[in-house]
Nanobody, 121 residues
Framework: QLQLVESGGGLVQPGGSLRLSCAASGFTLDYYAIGWFRQAPGKDLEGVLCISSTGGPTNYADSVKGRFTISRDNAKNTVYLQMNSLKPEDTAVYYC??????????????WGQGTQVTVSS
């Protein structure tokens, strides 16, 4: 069964950090770009960061520059989103999505249940 599963969300105080994981099973991520997206209550889906198959990052959201980084470990078939200096406005459900190609310019498949991130004191 092909799966892409997000994990690592939770409740964190402003200024805190979380690392989200996007783990694939049933197929290899090696040849695909992976994007992280988020959707806050009442808002549209927003692209956050993407990583190409060769590890090159693309930032979609100015609001996370300098705070969020994306990485991949092909040996673990997993992509990570490291989120530092979290703000209440980062509260959202975070989704990882598989690109239809190796580049972050590719379109993305809708997949996974997402993981909730709540930033609150």
């Amino acid at each position: 069964q092909l799966q892409l599963v997000e994990s690592g969300g939770g409740l964190v105080q402003p200024g805190g950090s979380l690392r989200l994981s996007c783990a694939a099973s049933g197929f290899t991520l090696d040849y695909y770009a992976i994007g992280w997206f988020r959707q806050a209550p009442g808002k549209d889906l927003e692209g956050v960061l993407c990583i190409s198959s060769t590890g090159g990052p693309t930032n979609y959201a100015d609001s996370v520059k300098g705070r969020f980084t994306i990485s991949r470990d092909n040996a673990k078939n997993t992509v990570y989103l490291q989120m530092n200096s979290l703000k209440p406005e980062d509260t959202a459900v975070y989704y990882c999505r598989l690109a239809f190609g190796s580049s972050c310019k590719s379109s993305f498949a809708s997949w996974g249940q997402g993981t909730q991130v709540t930033v609150s004191s």
